[in-house]
């Protein structure tokens, strides 16, 4: 009885959802439009797992442009099915299905973003790439028939960003339970509305390969195993454990399988009978993409990918759904040959309506294999081959291809080695120096080390032309943890541990590098003997040498791609005649340290191959100094919070001073109140004007703690607002109790003598301050750096800097005031202007331990106290300074402890003072007397 209850409940809350799904149902029936495909009838029994493509399928579609429109040159078409619920019907055979149809169109675009990281993991500037993504989602009931195959839906949707309701019949053909090669389900999604009407959309066609519950894998037959075991690729590859890899799941695997790069024969030069694709543009595709569609290890490893053949370059990887660049292949393992066989058939169907697609011609052969022995002429990752089994008169014949990818992999295996081939050349182009004998022992980064990794400006005589990175490859006989994604960590630092060490010195190692170049200027390309006139876009050279980590020198021989002249990738050509030199920085120096490099060709002038040597620089961020300048910023938040935290003491206890005395708030100068208080409102002003302003797409991620440094810019910015609304509270006191006191007019008076005395003052320096600034920026060379760009200092820096030294002075303006007016008594509390002084001179005793214990930074950006162009800073300064402002805050406590003018000389000494006397009425009045 419980049992019975229990399974009345599934079917009640199941058949609920059914019924709310129906209700979006359009007003136009189901038996109007599809009563012809797929009849109706009355749901009954929930019956899951029924429907033959599972719960979840994906394809492409075409079509819907108006409907989902991005203006963009790179789009990625994609097409989910989701089935939600599946009923039998009265009608044998009959299923009623509930689901959803979701249409995606993804524009691709890359941009700059700099992801600097000190915490061992990464330092690059990477081009990422970015997704902008419109779709559509229409909820569909209706039925599916498994005698014909045929499934009809009607639905609505609501458009994106739109209100209108969109009508539409979802149709698909060719759904079977039985699944194999040939079995692709192709169908459309049409408007049930008129074209004139304002709901009205153009059709989509939608082609997916599902991905059946019981898939048929019939091409990997004896004969097509022994065909491809006979192919022209006899080198064994690496092996591959698949517990642990997978072409459909594993990353990077699944990633770099769809980035391979074709190579055609040397008389290839148009698409006849040299490509695998029906396209007839006459332009032959560039790049072949293996995306996996189902993986099974039941027997054996076994595959289904769908082969895409595109016209591409680096930066344009995604593009349309064209059917006729496509193909359907199966594959397995073949473990004696450690190689992945394929047999891919071509897709046929209409690319304006996708109907009627199907499979035809499964001539196609592909084998691909993971080299096992790597070197600087062969670095690929991947290597493989695609080619037909027809004779060269038949139909659908064309020659063989070879592919290629160098793009990191991270398989494990086992008998992965790197042939050094090139080390003769390399010590008789590199040769050895004694090293100089210096007091002390210079200290350079270790071979293992991230310190290896760098960025690079590229000049060309002079001029800029490129940005480039350089990684290591190999270190003796270990590969870069960047290829096999390894925990660098866990390499050996003693190079005693190293058995490829050379001349038997143990500062020296056997390395290798990949070293990529990116060209930035159109102006190249007419240079004959410039590095890019052979290369469109990026130039990746491959390199190995010898570094001596006693003096910080690599040098090494290198190999670059060549393309076509004509532009059409054709068999791997190199140009090994180049010659990569790098100079790295000491460790022991933090401050301006640049990486300095050259590469150069080796041939004469007259070649063909020559070309122009390229300067490289790099700014050398070494982990260490990195580690320092995290505790120097740590340091500085700690101290930006003490300070800003002291200040709001300071404000409030002179707050409760005035509190107590209100008669001396008259006698404060409004100019130093004014000075202060905009100290702590232009850098909250400032910084939220950042926050709205800042480039999503470029965004500095530094030393690898971001969270916990905004976490903690935040914290000053909350304290600094504090310490702005007790400064502002005071201004305001002082300026209503000046005002109401009528009786004291005279302090208007002195209080505009003293704006004439100080602003005069005021000007003049920003004047000088700015002369300095300007000589001392003429007097430095601008160093280019190849991950941050140092820019001269603005304008705008000078007037923060010379805001700074105004505030550091803040006491002026009272002084003078004091002078004029000759008032005696605490108008300011001692701790208030003996403690704001405190506060103000701290980042100068500060910068001082910092210049001396050579902390270094990174970037202006990165400070967080004592920010360098928010202030004067330099020894010089750093002592000049903190003297005047402990002097202005003498001279303050003298004046209100002996007078205004005691510390002016006799003679100066004036004859106004200002006398507090009774009042002869409620309020307070002071009157003015003259002492003859």
């Known amino acids: 009885m419980d049992s019975f209850h229990f399974s009345m409940l599934i079917f009640l809350f199941t058949f609920s959802s059914f019924n709310h799904v129906f209700s979006y149902t359009p007003q136009s029936s189901y038996k109007d439009h599809c009563a012809s495909i797929v009849p109706e009838s009355t749901p009954s029994v929930f019956s899951p797992h029924s429907f033959p493509l599972g719960d979840h399928n994906t394809g492409y579609f075409t079509g819907g442009d108006r409907t989902i429109d991005i203006v963009a040159t790179r789009r990625r078409y994609s097409f989910t099915l989701q089935i939600m619920s599946t009923y039998a019907t009265q009608v044998p055979g009959l299923f009623s299905i509930v689901g959803t149809a979701r249409f995606v169109r993804t524009s691709i675009f890359r941009y700059r973003m700099r992801n600097i990281s000190y915490d061992g993991s990464r330092s690059s500037n990477w081009r990422q790439r970015g997704n902008r993504r419109d779709y559509l989602t229409f909820k569909l009931v209706g039925f599916w028939s498994e005698t014909s195959g045929k499934v009809c839906m009607v639905g609505t949707s609501t458009r994106t960003g739109n209100s209108h309701i969109l009508d539409a019949v979802f149709k698909l053909n060719n759904v079977y339970d039985a699944s194999n090669i040939s079995s692709l389900v192709s169908g459309s999604l049409e408007s049930l509305s008129s074209e004139k009407d304002e709901n009205y959309f153009e059709p989509f066609y939608v082609l997916m390969f599902p991905i059946a519950n019981h898939y048929n894998y019939t091409l990997d037959s004896i004969e097509a195993e022994n065909e491809l075991s006979k192919g022209s690729d006899t080198e064994k590859g690496l092996s591959l454990d698949f517990n642990s890899s997978s072409f459909c799941s594993s990353y990077p695997l699944s990633r770099v399988i769809k980035r391979l790069w074709l190579e055609y024969s040397s008389d290839c030069n148009s698409s006849k009978n040299c490509t695998p694709t029906r396209e007839s543009s006459g332009q032959l595709p560039s790049l072949l993409s293996l995306r996996g569609i189902e993986c099974s290890h039941k027997n054996k490893p076994r595959f289904r990918f769908l082969m895409e053949f595109l016209n591409t370059t680096y930066y344009q990887i995604n593009q349309g759904f064209n059917p006729k660049n496509m193909l359907l292949g199966e594959g397995w393992w073949d473990e004696k040959n450690n190689r992945l066989c394929v047999v891919a058939c071509h897709v046929i169907a209409k690319e304006s309506s996708l109907d009627g697609a199907h499979v035809d011609d499964c001539s196609v052969r592909l084998t691909l294999r993971i080299p096992s022995i790597l070197s600087i002429k062969n670095s690929s990752s991947i290597e493989g081959q695609i080619w037909s089994n027809k004779i060269a008169n038949d139909a659908g014949y064309f020659r063989r291809i070879t592919f290629r990818t160098d793009e990191d992999l991270g398989v494990e295996g086992q008998g992965l080695k790197y042939n050094y081939c090139q080390l003769d050349r390399v010590k008789q182009s590199c040769p050895t120096h004694k090293p100089v004998k210096s007091k002390g022992t210079r200290r350079y980064p270790d071979a293992y080390s991230y310190n290896m990794r760098f960025d690079m400006s590229v000049r060309e005589s002079y001029r800029r032309v490129g940005w480039g990175y350089s990684a290591p490859f190999t270190v003796g006989d270990r590969f870069h943890d960047s290829y096999l994604r390894r925990n660098f960590d866990s390499f050996p630092i003693s190079s005693k541990e190293v058995p490829n060490v050379v001349l038997n010195n143990a500062s020296l190692f056997n390395i290798s590098y990949k070293i990529s170049i990116s060209r930035i200027s159109n102006s190249t390309l007419s240079d004959r003997n410039s590095l890019f006139n052979l290369s469109s876009e990026v130039v990746k050279i491959s390199a190995e040498g010898i570094y001596d980590a006693g003096a910080g020198t690599l040098c090494m021989v290198g190999c670059r791609d060549l393309p076509s002249n004509d532009g059409t990738p054709k068999s791997h050509s190199l140009d090994c005649e180049i010659l990569v030199k790098f100079q790295l920085p000491s460790l022991d120096t933090y401050n301006g340290s640049y990486i300095m490099g050259s590469i150069e060709s080796t041939r004469k002038k007259s070649d063909p191959l020559y070309f122009k040597s390229l300067d490289l620089s790099s700014a050398a961020f070494y982990t260490e100094a990195a580690r320092e300048a995290v505790w120097r910023m740590d340091m500085e938040i700690i101290m930006a919070l003490i300070s800003k935290t002291l200040a709001c003491v300071f404000v409030g206890l002179q707050l409760y001073h005035v509190k107590r005395h ?271």
Do not use: C
């Not at 310490?723 to 509270?729: D, E, P, V």
């Open 662 to 932: 209100p008669d001396v708030l008259p006698f404060t100068s409004l100019i130093m109140m004014s000075i202060l208080t905009l100290g702590y409102l232009i850098p909250l002003v400032l910084n939220f004007e950042a926050l709205l302003t800042q480039n999503p797409n470029n965004k500095n991620f530094v030393l690898g703690n971001v969270g916990w440094l905004e976490v903690n810019e935040i914290s000053v910015r909350l304290i600094t607002m504090v310490a702005f609304l007790l400064q502002f509270r005071l201004l305001q006191m002082a300026w209503s109790s000046r005002k109401s006191d009528e009786g004291n007019k005279g302090l208007w008076a002195d209080e505009r003598k003293a704006a004439f005395v100080t602003l005069p003052l005021y000007a003049a320096g920003l004047l000088i301050a700015l002369l300095l600034k300007l000589k001392k920026n003429g007097s430095e060379a601008p160093i280019l750096s190849a991950v941050y760009q140092q820019h001269p200092s603005s304008s705008w820096d000078n007037f923060k800097s010379y805001g700074g030294l105004v505030l550091d002075g803040f006491l002026l303006p009272q002084i003078i005031l004091n002078l004029f007016s000759n008032m005696e008594g605490n108008v300011l509390l001692l701790s208030f202007y003996f403690g704001t002084t405190f506060v103000r001179l701290l980042p100068h005793a500060y910068d001082l331990y910092r210049r001396t214990h050579n902390y270094a930074g990174v970037d202006n950006g990165l400070y967080v106290y004592a920010v360098p162009n928010a202030d004067f800073y330099s020894t010089a300064w750093d002592i000049v300074i903190p003297l005047g402002g402990i002097l202005f805050a003498i001279v303050i406590y003298l004046q209100q402890s002996f007078g205004a003018r005691y510390v002016l000389p006799r003679r100066f000494k004036g004859s106004n003072i200002y006398e507090k006397v009774p009042a002869v009425t409620d309020s307070k009045a002071e009157v003015e007397t003259t002492n003859m």
